[in-house]
């Protein structure tokens, strides 16, 4: 299964596109979206961020490769840290709540800091591609060191302009090769 985002992010990626302006009402609603469910995740609400999703969700974090003369943002086109879907996602958000839940025992601490926003219209109504950059600060118990995890974000927001504004798919280029990190059992 590909990893690659979908092909108007992608062009957008390209430079293929003009970003909104800040001021732009869709712009505004996407930064806020993004903002929202930072908070969310990091409160452990795991229930209202599925909630957030579209049921056609794509959740990817390819895994990125280095070598020499290799292009810095070059992504292994064929594994993924997740390749997910609305199912597996739920799945992992319903097992958080069980005693098989070993990665996360004791749970993460978290903090999302989601920065540099730039929204792109699309040809579908109340849709937006936004770029964003985060840095998560994981900490797990007393005993091991706190990981900070930095990754350029790709996501495709739906229904900005009503009620419930839901996550449609997200492509999570995380920056290093290796993740410094005991496990990834947390949502980036």
């Known amino acids: 299964m590909s990893v690659r985002a ?38 452990r609400d795991f229930a209202t961020w599925v909630e957030m ?63 540099n926003f730039r929204s792109f219209a699309t040809a579908a109504e109340g849709e937006v591609v936004v770029e964003s950059c985060l840095l998560l600060y994981r900490s797990r118990g007393d005993a091991l060191e706190p990981a900070l995890i930095s990754a350029a974000r790709t996501d495709r927001l739906r229904g900005l302009g009503g009620e419930r504004p839901q996550l449609a798919s997200r492509l999570a280029t995380v920056d290093d090769s290796v993740l410094r990190t005991p496990n990834l059992a947390v949502f980036i």
Request: proline residues 9%; glycine residues 4%.
């Open 6 to 43: 979908p092909e108007d992010a992608q062009a957008i990626a390209n430079g293929g596109a003009a970003p909104l302006p800040y001021s732009d009402p869709a712009h505004q609603a996407a930064a806020q979206f993004l903002v929202e469910e930072a908070h969310v995740l990091d409160r």
């Open 53 to 115: 999703l579209a049921p056609d969700i794509r959740y990817r974090v390819p895994v990125r490769a280095t070598a020499a003369g290799m292009s810095p943002d070059n992504e292994n086109q064929e594994m993924g840290h997740f390749d997910e879907d609305h199912f597996s996602l739920r799945k992992r958000v319903e097992r958080f709540s069980t005693e098989h839940a070993w990665a996360e025992d004791p749970p993460s601490r978290t903090r999302r800091f989601v920065t």
